[in-house]
């Protein structure tokens, strides 16, 4: 029975690393191909971060083909927005959500999303990284969402000693999803598939708010660097 397990876990492996891009592939999305979009909510979400200072880069397909997303930039607080809608199988939403993000120096990303997290994030924790900084804002307007994410990134700049990149183009967007895409693929590879099915679970019993990562750490060794 042992050696029946180790063979399935790897064979299982094998076939969810399969089903992983080696790259994040663009399409351009087009609204039409979208009869399931909430379309009100899309024009509604689109205006109120225009009306932040955002504005639109592009509209793409989101894996698997029922995805539909739109990215923004914020040429003054440089920062990336993105508006996005999943659909299952039998045509029910199942994202549906705004998220903020800003990228630092030294490799640090810092994001948030305007939902609560939910157990089906558990996949995602699996691949987290020890640099990408990830808070759930749920339930607030997009503007206090948007100042939200601004006074934390700001904090974390203090603390880190670092400032954040003024690239907020669509190719700094795109390099981002390609580096997250090939991490993904690294983690799931490298990670035994036992831990991965461990840690997603635990995370599905206790579902966490935000992903640190490595900032405190390095907060506290730099503090004490300059003591």
């Known amino acids: 029975m042992f050696f029946r397990l180790i063979w399935f876990l790897s064979h299982l492996k094998s076939q969810l690393l399969q089903a992983l891009p080696d790259e994040w592939k ?4 087009v609204l039409a191909d979208y009869p399931l979009l909430n379309l009100s909510w899309l024009r509604e979400q689109t205006s109120i971060l225009e009306s932040l200072g955002f504005v639109q880069l592009m509209d793409y397909k989101v894996e698997p083909d029922t995805g539909f997303a739109r990215c923004f930039a914020h040429l003054q607080h440089y920062c990336l927005a993105e508006i996005c809608q999943i659909f299952g199988e039998n045509g029910e939403t199942i994202v549906q959500s705004i998220s903020i993000f800003s990228i630092l120096e030294q490799d640090w990303v810092v994001g948030a999303i305007n939902r609560e997290v939910n157990q089906n994030d558990g996949i995602a924790y699996i691949w987290r990284h020890p640099k990408k900084v990830g808070t759930y804002y749920p339930n607030i307007s997009l503007d206090e969402f948007l100042q939200a994410h601004l006074r934390f990134r700001q904090q974390m700049l203090d603390d880190l000693g670092i400032t954040v990149s003024t690239d907020v183009s669509w190719f700094a967007f795109r390099n981002l999803e390609q580096q997250a895409t ?9 990670k035994p598939l036992f831990l991965s099915i461990l840690e997603a679970t635990l995370f599905e019993l206790n579902p966490k708010s935000e992903w640190l990562g490595d900032y405190p750490k390095e907060a506290v060794k730099r503090r004490a660097n300059h003591r």
Do not use: S
């Open 182 to 190: 090939i991490y993904r693929k690294q983690t799931m590879r490298r």
């Open 26 to 29: 663009f399409e351009v999305a």
